[in-house]
């Protein structure tokens, strides 16, 4: 298929709303969704900070509670790993293995640098992965602060960035996955194959890989559609070769949309609304939510003057509050009570204010 880029010609109020519409941001799902279902709907959800994971949750669902999301975790039914870009993220269990297979070994040689950086050699960095294999086959999951102690007592560096990239190398192997959180909130690495009840493929080759890059393109786009091959590559960290092949690969299913791609059938919004026309009720996303992630450039929603309010660098991806899927303003939290704090930087009405603030109320009602 042909390599599509930016349409020029495209409506950016349409593919806003046809791009909130596949996000589950158009309308409100009836009470009782299930996390699993969301993440698994996502494909994959950013999660080096778990509350912001809840929070994109909270925003896609009814009546769901940040415990919730933690259930999901303690009875392995959703787990988290260093999967996309090289960045933690939340899946549903039955998706960790192919994706792993998939992205792994793209981060192998990043990984390999990042911990040469941190002063840790390679015989150091395999010494680490068996201690944290056998200390999670011994003592069952352990928070990263407890695996460090373990790794500090063998003698093994874990300052500055060392743990984390220890970690994520002990993930890319296939021998941790992220699982159950702690009552004090904090998260703890598993046994993979006890975790998820087999060994997960740490590559995938021929034929499997091409299946996989294709599934990686359906359910990217089920999420994400109208997007274009740069924006697959872009949110994967695969090369732009892998995404145009999994496009390639279905491309019957695919609608060509000037230089947008859809899938054919995603004719409506998951949730029954018009994909194209629906306007998108005012929501409260946190940090580093998927819909300011899954693409190449976020412009379609936050304004160029006001890109840095939300991305001012560093990686970071700021909370904000939109209208019509477009960003109005960012927010933040109240010292004492964690009540959310709108700071706006466009104007809103009274009325979508008002939603502003009981979307406000329903983030303290999901976190309590």
């Given at each position: 298929m042909p390599e599509p880029a930016v349409d020029a010609d495209a409506d950016p109020a349409a593919v806003r709303r046809r791009r909130a519409a596949a996000q589950r941001l158009t309308a409100t799902p009836a009470p009782g969704a299930d996390p699993v279902a969301v993440v698994r709907h996502l494909l994959a959800v950013q999660a080096q900070d778990l509350r912001a994971a809840r929070l994109?949750?909270?925003?896609?669902?009814?009546?769901?509670?940040?415990?919730?999301?933690?259930?999901?975790?303690?009875?392995?039914?959703l787990v988290a790993g260093w999967l996309l870009r090289g960045t933690l993220h939340l899946v549903a269990a039955e998706d960790f293995g192919w994706l792993l297979g998939l992205l792994a070994p793209t981060r192998a040689a990043t990984s390999a640098r990042r911990l040469s950086q941190e002063r840790v050699t390679p015989d150091a960095a395999d010494r680490a992965v068996a201690l944290i294999e056998r200390a999670v086959a011994d003592e069952g999951p352990l928070t990263r602060t407890e695996l460090a102690q373990r790794l500090g007592a063998a003698g093994l560096r874990t300052e500055g960035q060392a743990m984390p990239h220890l970690l994520m190398l002990a993930v890319l192997r296939g021998i941790a996955v992220l699982g159950p959180v702690r009552a004090d909130g904090s998260a703890a690495f598993a046994l993979a194959h006890d975790w998820l009840g087999a060994a997960p493929p740490t590559a995938l080759e021929g034929d499997e890989r091409a299946r996989a890059l294709a599934t990686l393109a359906r359910r990217y786009l089920t999420a994400h559609g109208p997007a274009t091959a740069a924006d697959l590559a872009a949110w994967s960290g695969l090369p732009r070769r892998d995404a145009r092949a999994g496009l390639d690969a279905i491309a019957a299913e695919l609608t060509l949309e000037g230089e947008l791609v859809s899938l054919t059938a995603a004719a409506a919004a998951p949730d029954g609304s018009a994909a194209d026309g629906a306007r998108v009720p005012p929501r409260l996303l946190g940090a580093f939510d998927p819909y300011?992630?899954?693409?190449?450039?976020?412009?379609?929603?936050?304004?160029?003057?006001?890109?840095?309010?939300?991305?001012?660098?560093?990686?970071?991806?700021?909370?904000v509050a939109t209208v019509d899927g477009a960003a109005v303003g960012t927010w933040t939290r109240k010292r004492r009570t964690g009540e959310p704090l709108v700071e706006l930087f466009a104007a809103v009405t009274a009325g979508d204010m008002d939603a502003l603030r009981a979307d406000a109320e329903d983030v303290l009602r999901f976190e309590r």
């Open positions: 994109a949750l909270r925003a896609r669902t009814s009546g769901l509670t940040a415990a919730d999301v933690d259930g999901a975790l303690a009875d392995r039914s300011l992630l899954g693409w190449r450039s976020r412009a379609f929603a936050v304004a160029p003057e006001h890109a840095d309010r939300v991305h001012p660098g560093g990686g970071m991806v700021r909370a």
